[in-house]
Structures are given as structure tokens and as C-alpha cells.
């Protein structure tokens, strides 16, 4: 399905950075009047996204963060966000609840379940050494008139 509208955003994974990327992407959905709820989701989501890329793909060194969004047809909005970082080894692990791979760094291992509570649709791609995908998708409820 073609997008109606669509931005590409990147940006240093810095923590400081982690609320910028949450605000712009509100901005950018923020043009199909979505409820309170739903941009608070669609934040949130993001933000813990773009945290896993800052923590855990680039394990203490400094990469670049990548994220696209695009609104489709119907009020559904599509939000990539995507790292070239050490990739995730197992997926199906690295999604389970209370799994982390930074311990030492007192994390819960929640974001992935987070993201799949507030999104309706969220699929994560990874290669090794090459990096990781996650896509969020969200379908925003019209308002009626």
C-alpha cells in the first residue's frame, strides 16, 4: 500500500536523544488527530524502540539511530526504527518478558512486551553483526464529527 505522507528521521544513539525521537514522531502523526491515548501509545512504543537501539545495539559505543514513518491509507501509520548494531541472536528470547541482555545495567527486559501491549501489529527483523528492525504499526481511530 502506498503512503500518503511519510518522514525519514536519523539521528546519534544518545540517551538525551531518545525524547526527541518519541516527539518527532508524535509531530509527524499528530496530523491524523489522534486521541490522547493513542499518541501516548505510539510515544512510548517509540521510545522504548529507540531505547533498545541505544542500549543494546550499540553496547557502549555511539551509532546512529534510523527511523522511518509512513501514513497509510485508512489512518494506519507504519514507524520503522532500525539500528547497525550487533543484531539479536534470538529473537523469539529477546521478546519474552523479564529477558534482557544488559543485566548489569539494571534493565527489565519489558520493552518488546510493552511495544506489543500498545501497538497492533509489531514485528522485529535482525541479523548479527548487521543490526535490527522493529516495525510498529497502529491503525488511529477516526473521530467522529
Known amino acids: 500500500m502506498k503512503a500518503i505522507n511519510s518522514m525519514k528521521l536519523q539521528f546519534e544513539g544518545r540517551s538525551?536523544?531518545?525524547?526527541?525521537?518519541?516527539?518527532?514522531?508524535?509531530?509527524?502523526?499528530?496530523?491524523?488527530?489522534?486521541t490522547i491515548e493513542e499518541i501516548s501509545d505510539i510515544k512510548t512504543a517509540v521510545s522504548e524502540a529507540v531505547t533498545n537501539c541505544i542500549v543494546h545495539a550499540y553496547r557502549h559505543k555511539l551509532g546512529v539511530v534510523y527511523i522511518t514513518a509512513n501514513i497509510l491509507p485508512d489512518s494506519h501509520v507504519v514507524i520503522k526504527i532500525r539500528d547497525k548494531g550487533c543484531g539479536i541472536p534470538d529473537i523469539p528470547k529477546a521478546m519474552e518478558p523479564m529477558y534482557t541482555s544488559a543485566p548489569e545495567e539494571?534493565?527489565?527486559?519489558?520493552?518488546?512486551?510493552v511495544m506489543q501491549s500498545l501497538m497492533d501489529k509489531v514485528?522485529?527483523?535482525?541479523?548479527?553483526?548487521?543490526?535490527?528492525t522493529v516495525v510498529l504499526e497502529r491503525s488511529i481511530r477516526c473521530k467522529e464529527a
Not at 106 to 113: D, K, M, S, V, Y
Not at 123 to 132: A, C, F
Open 123 to 132: 514485528k522485529v527483523t535482525s541479523k548479527e553483526g548487521k543490526g535490527t
Open 16 to 34: 538525551v536523544n531518545e525524547s526527541f525521537s518519541r516527539t518527532a514522531v508524535a509531530a509527524f502523526v499528530a496530523q491524523l488527530d489522534p
Open 106 to 113: 539494571e534493565r527489565a527486559g519489558l520493552g518488546f512486551a
